[in-house]
């Protein structure tokens, strides 16, 4: 109001509104500048690590003046938002990442060069945010780069996660999971944000009141009150201005309570409430793919999903006149598999009891603004909360879930008469203990529901879900299922990683267009088969394999031939990704060689096999096959015969940072599981990126990956998944013949070639091998259920097709590239964008250069 003031406080804002210079003196100035001021270094002390943290922080100014902007502009356009809900982001590495993206490499080479330094050093010293177990994380952490390079207003909320995806250190070939307290040190690249917080409630009663209109209600009151406490990670999109934001929560004591406690001079007790407040986002579970029932584990799921929903919709009732029934033109929210499906029920609740809206309307609101993604069809990953514990924890959620049901049924009766299709709907479940199925309240909440590739969809709708997909097709809505193939992004698993292979690209191109238009690489397809291309492919692929021998002599002091085929399984340990096939398969390829004359030997075209991934802590055989491969490894690395030919190694904390070195690497890789196990896979998919070729079965994004790159570049093998009921039914009558490979294989195991001095070992490998082969007796057959001694001859089919087609160097190079550059379809641009489109509605809004 004051003409003064208002002057004074313009130039602030011109101050504020000049962004920072991307030129390479100016970024040196801005890294000394932080170096000095932000992390009070002086110019005689200081290391590599604090080198890293100003380099972040200057990354990090630049981010936040995208990231303001960005959000500045999506408020002027009034935008319909996309709101990505995810209890796993396996975010990795930012800084490389955020340079490429805001297109600041060349400078920043330039500076850093000049002052000594090199960026690749840099990078090193970032630990690795691991909030996420695997597929399932890396793929939102794959969307949230797509979607800000889409210049899509979405946004990713999840939990800050203290102490992320925990590190594996092997001894005595065993898993050792050790704490990885990443947050540690500080991470550069986060914004805490003190002045955003939630209130949110745990346990507790229902008292029936009057709300503030006087009207009858029900208040949700008592319990134990967190703050959800935001911070801001930038999403930076790449050849766009837009940043976009991954909003994660950590939970804090809520003001008032510690006041309370610190007038009763009751200090201790403080303390340990704030220490209850903060266990809620300390640690992230490390199960994937399985479920298990902790109610630390809903309390977290409840904690970040009432947050996020508060905070979405008060970015909605913000904007002026707002009216409800706007909602759904304004929001859209999608549930990352059954993790924040409470979501339906705290969606009701704000809208209904926070917010005053009639139930019915609400309902309606609620069913437009959510969607449900399915990610697997293992039956014990769909989680399931026992009623007692819930009625427990959200005494109000079970109310407002017991009214859906009760709704439902009754129209559902009315339409099928009482019968087994209402049990199977029912989103409770009964039994000893009554349990509330969190994929059907999912399903029933959400507007649309995906699977993740095509045959996983369609398995969604015959086997794990069919009587919903009955439903939707009776009520006329069958695309209520619908299916969204997964992808990764090229900027961070071909750029970043393989940066020889991005400049082969860019320069038989002629331009990096393909980075955003994947389709552009069927450009390649000409030049499959020049001599000169296969060279410098050839080239790339030395370099990359130059880079992995690095890794492996650093980590695990291991020597490789850099001209043997690089073989590589990387993805968690789980029986039916059937590591221990592959497992397997070594150990006959060992005694093969062992057979052979030296003289034969030499013909036997040189393999390196690497397997690296983490079990859950308490999944015994996973272990088991852990200590299995480094035990096999130990034998026949160091056996004179056979050591120069083949290599066993197990990799040890597999994660992004590591995968960014394995994957350019390989010449082919092993996307083997049972077929119908695997929701899709996207470790293939970067794979083929990189010109690596895949081992694998007609399972999940494989066969796709197939459709589009050609059946000559994949070597497939094992039964196909319409086949799995009936090699599983003849197996239980005692059908079920083990190739005689496979038994020398067995025999080997049992007489304790891997275990020598290991007694413990040897009966623990002999339990693996006696359950595959107990595949009879009444009705008991559970043995092989992942048909491991079914596939496995055609599994050796397959590995010998790949030594004689690897023998044909110009043949190999020719279907690399063929492969590498038909995979447009796997680019998160492509699936984000059907996201966008079919489920979320959500238009592409390109905030201009300045503002
Ligand atoms: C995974 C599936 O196992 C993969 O097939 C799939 O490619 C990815 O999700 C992404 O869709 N998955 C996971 O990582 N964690 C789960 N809890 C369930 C599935």
Redesign the pocket.
């Given at each position: 109001e004051n003409p003064d003031q208002k002057e004074k406080m313009e130039k602030l804002w011109k101050l504020m509104e000049t962004y920072e210079p991307n030129d390479p003196e100016s970024i040196q100035k801005s890294f000394a500048r932080h170096l000095e001021y932000s992390l009070a270094c002086t110019r005689f002390n200081f290391t590599m690590q604090d080198a890293y943290r100003a380099a972040g922080l200057v990354l990090r100014d630049r981010l936040l003046e995208s990231l303001n902007d960005t959000n500045a502009y999506y408020r002027k356009m009034d935008v319909k938002r996309g709101y990505y809900l995810s209890a796993?982001y396996l975010i990795g590495r930012h800084m490389q990442n955020a340079i490429a993206n805001l297109d600041l490499e060349q400078p920043f080479k330039e500076a850093f060069h000049a002052l000594g330094m090199q960026l690749e050093d840099l990078f090193h010293e970032e630990v690795d945010p691991a909030l996420g177990?695997?597929?399932?994380?890396?793929?939102a952490a794959c969307f949230l780069d797509s979607m800000a390079t889409l210049s899509l207003p979405c946004w990713g909320y999840g939990i800050r996660y203290s102490y992320g995806m925990f590190k594996q250190d092997i001894q005595n070939g065993r898993q050792v999971e050790m704490p990885d307290f990443w947050i540690g040190d500080g991470c550069p690249f986060e914004i805490p944000r003190p002045d955003i917080t939630y209130p949110v409630r745990l346990y507790g009663e229902v008292q029936e009141g009057l709300n503030a209109q006087g009207e009858w209600c029900l208040n949700w009151v008592g319990g134990d009150i967190v703050q959800a406490m935001a911070y801001d990670n930038p999403i930076p999109g790449f050849d766009t201005y837009n940043t976009n934001n991954l909003r994660l929560w950590r939970a804090c004591p809520t003001k008032e309570f510690d006041l309370d406690q610190y007038s009763a001079a009751n200090f201790t007790d403080a303390v340990e409430a704030r220490r209850k407040a903060e266990d809620l986002s300390a640690v992230l579970y490390p199960?994937?793919?399985?479920y298990e029932g902790r109610e630390l584990r809903l309390r977290q799921q409840y904690f970040f999903v009432s947050a996020s929903l508060q905070d979405l919709l008060r970015e909605f009732i913000k904007r002026p006149n707002y009216k409800w029934s706007e909602l759904p033109e304004k929001v859209a929210v999608q549930m990352n598999?059954t993790?924040p499906t409470i979501a339906v029920a705290e969606f009701m609740r704000l809208l209904v009891d926070v917010m005053h809206v009639p139930w019915d309307e609400a309902w309606e609101l609620t069913t437009k603004c959510l969607n449900y993604?399915n990610?697997?069809v293992?039956p014990e990953?769909l989680e399931k909360w026992p009623v007692e514990m819930m009625t427990r924890m959200l005494p109000r959620h079970v109310q407002i879930i017991g009214e859906l049901n009760l709704r439902w049924i009754n129209g559902l009766v009315a339409k099928y008469g009482d019968g087994p299709i209402i049990a199977a709907l029912s989103i409770f479940e009964e039994g000893d203990v009554k349990k509330i199925r969190m994929g059907n309240l999912a399903i029933m909440g959400s507007n649309k529901v995906n699977g993740?590739?095509a045959l996983?969809t369609e398995i969604i709708k015959k086997e794990t879900f069919p009587d919903f997909y009955k439903y939707c097709c009776d009520t006329g809505a069958p695309d209520k299922i619908v299916n969204m193939t997964?992808g990764v992004t090229p900027r961070r698993w071909v750029h970043c990683a393989n940066p020889a292979l991005s400049a082969i690209f860019t320069k038989y191109l002629g331009s990096h267009e393909w980075l955003t238009d994947m389709t552009k690489l069927k450009g390649m397809l000409k030049f499959k088969e020049d001599p000169k291309l296969h060279a410098e492919w050839m080239e790339m692929k030395k370099t990359a394999k130059k880079k992995l021998a690095g890794f492996l002599k650093e980590t695990l002091d291991l020597e490789i031939d850099q001209d043997a085929l690089i073989d590589i399984q990387i993805k968690?340990i789980h029986e039916y990704k059937r590591q221990f096939m592959n497992c397997l398969y070594v150990i006959h390829r060992y005694q093969q060689l062992k057979k052979m004359s030296p003289a034969e030997r030499e013909k036997v075209q040189k393999r390196v096999v690497l397997i690296g991934g983490k079990a859950a802590s308490a999944y015994v055989n996973a272990k088991l096959i852990i200590k299995l491969i480094n035990n096999v490894g130990k034998v026949i690395n160091n056996d004179p015969d056979t050591g120069k030919l083949l290599k066993l190694a197990f990799v040890p904390n597999y994660r992004v940072s590591a995968a960014e070195v394995l994957i350019p690497a390989s010449d082919i890789s092993e996307h083997i599981s049972t077929a119908g196990t695997?929701?899709?896979?996207?470790s293939n998919m970067k794979f083929v990126m990189n010109g690596g070729l895949i081992v694998g079965t007609m399972d999940?994004?494989n066969i796709e990956i197939r459709e589009e790159c050609g059946e000559d570049t994949m070597f497939i093998f094992g039964c196909l998944e319409h086949e799995v009921a009936g090699i599983a039914a003849k197996a239980k009558e005692g059908h079920y013949p083990i190739d005689s490979r496979l038994q020398a294989v067995f025999q080997a195991i049992r007489n304790g070639e891997f275990s020598k001095g290991e007694p413990e070992a040897h009966a623990e490998f002999c339990s693996l091998v006696d359950k595959l082969c107990n595949t009879h007796g009444a009705g008991t057959w559970d043995g092989d259920r992942y048909l491991v001694v079914h596939d496995f001859p055609s599994f050796v089919d397959a590995q010998a097709k790949v030594d004689a087609t690897y023998a044909d160097k110009a043949k190999w190079c020719k279907l690399s590239i063929q492969a590498a550059s038909s995979m447009a379809k796997f680019s998160t641009d492509r699936t984000i964008s059907e996201y966008a489109d079919v489920i979320w509605g959500v238009k592409p809004a390109p905030r201009p250069m300045e503002m």
């Open positions: 796993e177990n695997g597929g399932l994380g890396r793929l199960n994937d793919a399985s598999d993790h993604t990610h697997t293992m990953a993740v590739a996983h997964n968690r695997e929701a899709s896979g996207t999940g994004a």
